[in-house]
């Protein structure tokens, strides 16, 4: 094969490529949603530790973090917060989930041009539950904690779901 007839049948490949990729929204479909694309659901539930990050599973480049919950030895807490954050080129944290304290979150996020905190939701002993809407990739989803676990002798825990 000669190559300018090479490079065409690469450049060919590239553009059918391309356009696939744009007819699909720009995102591959996710297969643990179950639902096409545009369809609107909501996903299981999953739970995650106080003073910690976790990927959003089905969305790209987005992650939950929950502040530390300071709960009392008589039940209840005091009110703490939950962000988003999006990444702008990348993933916003390295991990899909780790420890991290609201200092480090603010030293992370504060001057970093991919990490894009949205919220803060703020979760109180009187409202335990609440939601937080944001934007990926042009599309809305909403993120819901739907419980707070609080604990006397081990670690504080929340609920969360994510809706599309």
């Not at 109180?124 to 002798?153: E, I």
């Amino acid at each position: 094969m000669s190559r300018r007839l090479t490079a065409a049948v690469v450049a060919a490949a590239g553009i059918a490529l391309a356009q696939a990729w744009l007819q699909a929204g720009g995102q591959k479909p996710d297969p643990s949603r179950g639902k096409p694309a545009g369809a609107a659901g909501c996903g299981a539930t999953f739970t995650m530790p106080e003073a910690s990050f976790r990927t959003l599973d089905g969305v790209r480049d987005a992650s939950v973090w929950a502040d530390d919950i300071d709960s009392s030895l008589l039940g209840g807490f005091k009110p703490f917060e939950v962000y988003v954050v999006t990444g702008k080129l990348y993933a916003p944290f390295q991990l899909k989930e780790g420890k991290l304290g609201r200092d480090n979150f603010r030293k992370y996020t504060e001057k970093n041009y991919n990490t894009q905190p949205q919220g803060p939701l703020t979760i109180a002993d009187s409202h335990p539950q609440g939601q937080l809407t944001f934007v990926q990739d042009d599309r809305r989803y909403v993120l819901k904690v739907t419980s707070v676990t609080p604990s006397k002798f081990d670690k504080d825990t929340i609920t969360v779901q994510l809706c599309w």
